[in-house]
T-cell receptor, first 116, second 114 residues
Framework: DTAVSQTPKYLVTQMGNDKSIKCEQN?????MYWYKQDSKKFLKIMFS???????INETVPNRFSPKSPDKAHLNLHINSLELGDSAVYFC???????????????FGPGTRLLVL | AQKITQTQPGMFVQEKEAVTLDCTYD???????LFWYKQPSSGEMIFLIY??????QNATEGRYSLNFQKARKSANLVISASQLGDSAMYFC???????????FGRGTQLTVWP
């Protein structure tokens, strides 16, 4: 009964490769996010989707492309991986309009990406 | 833009004692939300507590309470009766006029010792 799940948990790959990370939530939320946590533990938002529509698109290299096939899934595809892409990538979800003006986001377990 | 500052990179507390983790924020938004998350060594991010800027009472969730001082722009997390399992990184975050955009502080590593 995992709320927000991500696959894979670990990803080790060579520079220049293309890889995808998948995220699924079973909370019935309508908004999903991707965050990047760097080696100093700093968390920064990358993208958000609401009902399959891109809402937040931070200044992220266009090698990163999110895709939301439905409101329960948000995938992240990364082209031409670089050393600096090594980080932990978190998926999160929230329910906008759920009663509070600002809704908490619930995070997945993270995907640890290492680019060699 | 929003800015979150956590000035304590590390804190130590003895089991069963209370501890306060500091968080100050800067924003030009009139309305905003403040959040605390816990990240244990296993890596997941766990939502702990939320405070709305217009909430008159400080938020509480079990052993967690948020000491919200709006005029000072501070939102400190208080953990009462610390437990060994509270050892983790704690992040303060805020959301303002751009709904969904959470801004995080750099975190405070809390260590609880027996």
């Amino acid at each position: 009964d995992t709320a927000v799940s991500q696959t894979p948990k670990y990803l080790v790959t060579q520079m220049g490769n293309d890889k995808s990370i998948k995220c699924e939530q079973n909370l019935g939320h309508d908004t999903m996010y991707w965050y990047k946590q760097d080696s100093k533990k700093f968390l920064k938002i990358m993208f958000s989707y609401n009902n399959k529509e891109l809402i937040i698109n931070e200044t992220v290299p266009n090698r990163f492309s999110p895709k939301s096939p439905d409101k329960a899934h948000l995938n992240l595809h990364i082209n031409s991986l670089e050393l600096g892409d090594s980080a932990v990538y978190f998926c999160a979800s929230s329910q906008e309009g759920g009663g509070l003006p600002y809704e908490a986001q619930y995070f997945g377990p993270g995907t640890r990406l290492l680019v060699l | 833009a929003q800015k979150i500052t956590q000035t304590q990179p590390g804190m130590f507390v003895q089991e069963k004692e209370a501890v306060t983790l500091d968080c100050t924020y800067d924003t030009s938004d009139q309305s905003y939300g403040l959040f605390w998350y816990k990240q244990p060594s296993s890596g997941e991010m766990i939502f702990l507590i939320y405070q709305g800027s217009y909430d008159e009472q400080n938020a509480t969730e079990g052993r967690y309470s948020l000491n919200f001082q709006k005029a000072r722009k501070s939102a400190n997390l208080v953990i009462s009766a610390s437990q060994l399992g509270d050892s983790a990184m704690y992040f303060c975050a805020m959301m303002g006029s751009t709904l969904g955009r959470l801004y995080f502080g750099r975190g405070t590593q809390l260590t609880v010792w027996p």
